[in-house]
Protein backbone atom coordinates (compact mmCIF):
# COMPACT_ATOMS: atom_id res chain seq x y z
CA UNK A 1 0.00 0.00 0.00
CA UNK A 2 3.01 2.46 0.87
CA UNK A 3 4.72 1.46 -2.13
CA UNK A 4 1.88 2.22 -4.57
CA UNK A 5 0.68 5.90 -2.72
CA UNK A 6 4.95 6.53 -3.25
CA UNK A 7 4.49 5.73 -7.11
CA UNK A 8 1.13 7.45 -7.64
CA UNK A 9 2.49 10.66 -6.12
CA UNK A 10 5.64 10.62 -8.18
CA UNK A 11 3.27 9.84 -11.20
CA UNK A 12 1.35 13.23 -9.85
CA UNK A 13 4.18 15.21 -9.84
CA UNK A 14 5.94 14.10 -13.11
CA UNK A 15 2.29 15.45 -14.89
CA UNK A 16 2.04 18.52 -12.79
CA UNK A 17 5.51 19.61 -13.86
CA UNK A 18 4.64 18.83 -17.87
CA UNK A 19 1.58 20.86 -18.00
CA UNK A 20 1.56 24.32 -18.29
CA UNK A 21 0.13 26.46 -14.80
CA UNK A 22 -3.38 26.39 -14.19
CA UNK A 23 -5.22 28.95 -11.98
CA UNK A 24 -5.05 27.65 -8.30
CA UNK A 25 -8.54 26.50 -7.07
CA UNK A 26 -9.63 24.73 -4.16
CA UNK A 27 -12.02 22.62 -3.16
CA UNK A 28 -13.92 21.67 0.00
CA UNK A 29 -13.37 17.70 0.90
CA UNK A 30 -15.31 17.37 3.89
CA UNK A 31 -16.92 20.18 6.89
CA UNK A 32 -17.36 19.51 10.28
CA UNK A 33 -19.54 22.73 12.17
CA UNK A 34 -19.70 22.75 15.73
CA UNK A 35 -20.94 25.26 18.41
CA UNK A 36 -23.76 27.49 19.92
CA UNK A 37 -24.08 29.23 16.98
CA UNK A 38 -24.45 26.85 14.48
CA UNK A 39 -27.01 23.99 15.24
CA UNK A 40 -26.76 21.36 12.95
CA UNK A 41 -28.13 21.75 9.27
CA UNK A 42 -28.32 25.95 9.77
CA UNK A 43 -24.11 26.70 8.07
CA UNK A 44 -23.38 26.65 4.59
CA UNK A 45 -19.70 27.10 3.33
CA UNK A 46 -19.21 27.75 -0.72
CA UNK A 47 -15.77 28.59 -2.57
CA UNK A 48 -15.72 31.43 -4.82
CA UNK A 49 -13.48 31.80 -7.82
CA UNK A 50 -12.38 34.68 -9.77
CA UNK A 51 -13.76 36.06 -13.16
CA UNK A 52 -10.40 37.53 -14.15
CA UNK A 53 -8.29 34.03 -13.51
CA UNK A 54 -10.20 31.30 -12.33
CA UNK A 55 -8.46 30.90 -9.09
CA UNK A 56 -10.63 30.82 -5.72
CA UNK A 57 -10.57 33.93 -4.09
CA UNK A 58 -12.90 34.00 -1.27
CA UNK A 59 -14.42 31.02 0.99
CA UNK A 60 -18.40 32.08 1.81
CA UNK A 61 -19.71 30.88 5.37
CA UNK A 62 -23.51 31.32 5.26
CA UNK A 63 -25.47 30.86 9.26
CA UNK A 64 -28.89 30.91 9.27
CA UNK A 65 -29.22 30.66 12.66
CA UNK A 66 -26.63 32.89 14.65
CA UNK A 67 -27.35 35.33 17.03
CA UNK A 68 -25.91 35.94 20.56
CA UNK A 69 -27.98 38.50 22.89
CA UNK A 70 -27.71 39.95 26.60
CA UNK A 71 -29.61 39.00 28.75
CA UNK A 72 -29.62 35.44 27.51
CA UNK A 73 -26.57 33.43 26.24
CA UNK A 74 -24.13 36.83 26.21
CA UNK A 75 -21.18 34.58 24.39
CA UNK A 76 -22.01 32.30 21.52
CA UNK A 77 -19.41 30.43 18.72
CA UNK A 78 -18.91 27.83 15.72
CA UNK A 79 -16.32 26.03 14.89
CA UNK A 80 -15.96 24.88 11.15
CA UNK A 81 -13.18 22.33 10.85
CA UNK A 82 -12.63 22.10 6.76
CA UNK A 83 -10.29 19.57 5.12
CA UNK A 84 -9.44 21.47 1.66
CA UNK A 85 -7.88 19.83 -1.24
CA UNK A 86 -4.93 22.27 -2.81
CA UNK A 87 -3.39 22.07 -6.51
CA UNK A 88 -0.25 20.40 -6.29
CA UNK A 89 2.48 23.01 -6.47
CA UNK A 90 0.34 25.36 -4.54
CA UNK A 91 -0.11 27.10 -1.11
CA UNK A 92 -2.81 29.70 0.05
CA UNK A 93 -3.31 31.67 2.98
CA UNK A 94 -6.63 33.91 4.40
CA UNK A 95 -6.27 37.25 4.49
CA UNK A 96 -8.91 39.39 4.87
CA UNK A 97 -12.24 38.27 6.54
CA UNK A 98 -15.69 40.57 5.76
CA UNK A 99 -18.61 39.91 8.27
CA UNK A 100 -22.20 41.14 7.34
CA UNK A 101 -25.15 40.46 9.59
CA UNK A 102 -27.14 42.92 12.12
CA UNK A 103 -26.60 44.37 15.12
CA UNK A 104 -28.51 46.22 18.10
CA UNK A 105 -26.17 47.50 20.85
CA UNK A 106 -27.11 49.45 23.74
CA UNK A 107 -25.63 51.98 25.25
CA UNK A 108 -24.79 50.40 28.10
CA UNK A 109 -23.02 47.05 26.08
CA UNK A 110 -20.64 46.76 24.40
CA UNK A 111 -20.37 44.12 20.91
CA UNK A 112 -17.80 41.93 19.92
CA UNK A 113 -17.17 39.38 17.11
CA UNK A 114 -13.40 37.31 16.79
CA UNK A 115 -12.94 35.40 13.66
CA UNK A 116 -10.08 33.17 13.72
CA UNK A 117 -8.68 30.92 11.06
CA UNK A 118 -6.25 28.02 12.21
CA UNK A 119 -3.72 25.71 10.16
CA UNK A 120 -3.58 22.83 12.85
CA UNK A 121 -0.14 22.64 14.22
CA UNK A 122 1.29 26.22 12.15
CA UNK A 123 -0.68 28.39 13.93
CA UNK A 124 -3.66 30.52 14.27
CA UNK A 125 -4.82 34.36 13.96
CA UNK A 126 -7.41 36.29 15.12
CA UNK A 127 -9.24 39.68 13.53
CA UNK A 128 -11.70 41.18 15.71
CA UNK A 129 -14.69 43.55 14.71
CA UNK A 130 -15.31 46.02 17.89
CA UNK A 131 -19.29 47.52 18.22
CA UNK A 132 -19.76 49.96 21.16
CA UNK A 133 -22.87 50.58 22.12
CA UNK A 134 -25.16 52.71 21.08
CA UNK A 135 -25.00 50.97 17.65
CA UNK A 136 -28.32 49.46 15.57
CA UNK A 137 -28.27 48.30 12.16
CA UNK A 138 -26.85 45.88 9.50
CA UNK A 139 -23.47 46.11 9.23
CA UNK A 140 -20.24 45.07 6.88
CA UNK A 141 -16.87 45.09 8.10
CA UNK A 142 -13.77 43.86 6.91
CA UNK A 143 -11.11 42.84 9.15
CA UNK A 144 -7.30 41.72 8.27
CA UNK A 145 -5.41 39.41 10.35
CA UNK A 146 -1.99 40.86 11.71
CA UNK A 147 -0.38 37.72 10.79
CA UNK A 148 -0.65 34.75 8.61
CA UNK A 149 1.04 31.86 7.22
CA UNK A 150 0.70 29.64 4.06
CA UNK A 151 -0.39 26.10 4.08
CA UNK A 152 1.70 23.29 3.64
CA UNK A 153 2.46 21.92 -0.08
CA UNK A 154 1.03 18.87 -1.75
CA UNK A 155 -1.03 17.32 1.03
CA UNK A 156 -5.19 17.90 2.25
CA UNK A 157 -4.90 20.89 4.09
CA UNK A 158 -6.85 20.83 7.66
CA UNK A 159 -8.26 24.48 8.22
CA UNK A 160 -10.39 25.81 11.06
CA UNK A 161 -12.58 28.86 11.32
CA UNK A 162 -13.67 29.71 14.40
CA UNK A 163 -16.51 32.77 14.82
CA UNK A 164 -17.16 33.63 18.52
CA UNK A 165 -19.73 36.62 19.35
CA UNK A 166 -20.24 38.36 22.45
CA UNK A 167 -21.90 41.42 24.07
CA UNK A 168 -20.23 42.77 27.50
CA UNK A 169 -21.38 45.32 29.64
CA UNK A 170 -19.58 48.73 30.22
CA UNK A 171 -17.15 48.68 32.24
CA UNK A 172 -18.54 50.65 35.44
CA UNK A 173 -22.21 50.06 34.63
CA UNK A 174 -23.78 48.59 37.72
CA UNK A 175 -27.46 48.01 36.20
CA UNK A 176 -28.15 46.99 33.07
CA UNK A 177 -31.91 45.59 33.89
CA UNK A 178 -33.38 47.85 31.07
CA UNK A 179 -30.38 46.89 28.56
CA UNK A 180 -30.83 44.70 25.66
CA UNK A 181 -28.44 43.76 22.81
CA UNK A 182 -28.29 41.23 20.23
CA UNK A 183 -25.89 40.62 17.16
CA UNK A 184 -27.69 38.27 15.04
CA UNK A 185 -28.46 37.65 10.64
CA UNK A 186 -28.92 40.17 8.69
CA UNK A 187 -33.06 41.40 8.53
CA UNK A 188 -32.73 41.43 4.96
CA UNK A 189 -31.74 38.09 4.15
CA UNK A 190 -31.77 36.19 7.46
CA UNK A 191 -27.93 35.26 6.94
CA UNK A 192 -25.29 36.16 8.68
CA UNK A 193 -22.73 35.15 6.04
CA UNK A 194 -18.82 35.68 6.13
CA UNK A 195 -15.93 35.90 3.06
CA UNK A 196 -12.61 34.92 3.84
CA UNK A 197 -9.68 36.35 1.34
CA UNK A 198 -7.38 33.82 -0.58
CA UNK A 199 -3.87 34.86 -1.23
CA UNK A 200 -2.03 31.92 -3.57
CA UNK A 201 1.86 31.46 -4.18
CA UNK A 202 3.54 28.68 -5.54
CA UNK A 203 5.03 26.53 -3.33
CA UNK A 204 8.94 27.81 -2.33
Same mark, same amino acid.
Given at each position: ??R??Q???L??F ?6 P ?9 S?? $?N?? $? ?10 I ?8 D???V???E?FV ?9 C ?6 N ?8 V????N ?6 H???N???D??Y?F ?6 ? $?P ?8 G ?12 W?? !?N ?9 ? $?S????T???N ?9 VE????R ?5 Y????? !??
Amino acid at each position: MKRFYQLLALASFTAWLSTPALAATLSIQSAK $ANGS $ACPPGSTTITTIDSDYDGSTDLIQVTFSEFFVERPGRTVKNCLLELLVNVPRGYQFSVFRVNNKGFVDIHNLHNGRIDTQYEFPFVGRWT $APVLFNGPYSGEFEYYADFPASSWSP !CNVRVPLNLNTR $ASITRKTGVLNESMAYSIIQVERSTARFIQYYYINWRY !CI
